[in-house]
């Protein structure tokens, strides 16, 4: 069955230290996202990207990095930068053109905290 | 950046009875999408209901419909014969290019 995979479902980060979570989908889908979930709180968007080899910064994309080698791949990087890093993080593909009226299709999440 | 708010943080309904759950964007778009989802403890991200911009009539599904007011920029869902598995977060969504959501609305029904 066709789906996303984030791993880890959880990750404990450092002080200091860069932290990579990864997002895989075998959905054939052209654009891939990443969001932040803080408790109690809304979706936020970070990065996405519509096509491989390019991606574009939401709302709160200071802290984080993005690449978008493979179509299928779409690791997000928290950086020492990120000072508040614990929260949630839900990847997300969607189709885009013709059906971008297509829903996205989320993963299970990443719960990442510091320790 | 396109806004979508959800006024109200959390909603309770009784056991088969309805509920409506608000939700407003800020776009300047004539062609988007919008979506509700909803989010159960497990974290999970389950689309409920869909409607694209263009079309007019209203989105069904079972017991879920919205209300959409594009010249009002309003998409409101409502609940029919609720049960206890509707209980969650429910996230308002907008999509153009990216996808935005709301700030989502906590439901609770009550037995």
């Known amino acids: 069955d066709g789906g996303i995979t984030q791993s880890p479902k959880y990750l404990f980060r450092k002080e200091g230290q860069n932290v990579t979570l990864s997002c895989e989908q075998n959905l054939n889908h052209d654009a891939m996202y990443w969001y932040r979930q803080d408790p109690g709180q809304g979706l936020r968007l970070i990065y996405y990207?519509?096509?491989?080899?390019?991606?574009q910064k939401g709302d709160i994309a200071e802290g984080y990095s993005v690449s978008r080698e493979k179509k299928e791949s779409f690791p997000l990087t928290v950086t020492s930068a990120q000072k508040n890093p614990t929260a949630f993080y839900l990847c997300?593909?969607?189709?885009?053109?013709?059906?971008?009226?297509?829903?996205?299709?989320f993963g299970d999440g990443t719960r990442l905290s510091i320790l | 950046a396109q806004t979508v708010t959800q006024s109200q943080p959390e909603m309770s309904v009784q056991e088969a009875e309805t509920v409506t759950l608000s939700c407003t964007y800020d776009t300047s778009e004539s062609d988007y999408y919008l979506f509700w989802y909803k989010q159960p403890p497990s974290r999970q991200m389950i689309l409920v209901i869909r409607?694209?911009?263009?079309?007019?009539q209203n989105a069904t599904e079972n017991r879920f419909s919205v209300n959409f007011q594009k010249a009002a920029k309003s998409f409101s869902l409502k609940i029919s014969d609720s049960q206890l598995g509707d209980a969650a977060m429910y996230f308002c969504a907008y999509r153009k290019n990216d996808m935005r959501f709301g700030a989502g609305t906590r439901l609770t029904v009550k037995p």
């Open positions: 997300a593909s969607s189709p885009t053109g013709a059906r971008r009226n297509q829903p996205q299709h």
């Open positions: 990207s519509q096509i491989v080899n390019d991606f």
């Open positions: 409607q694209e911009a263009y079309k007019q």
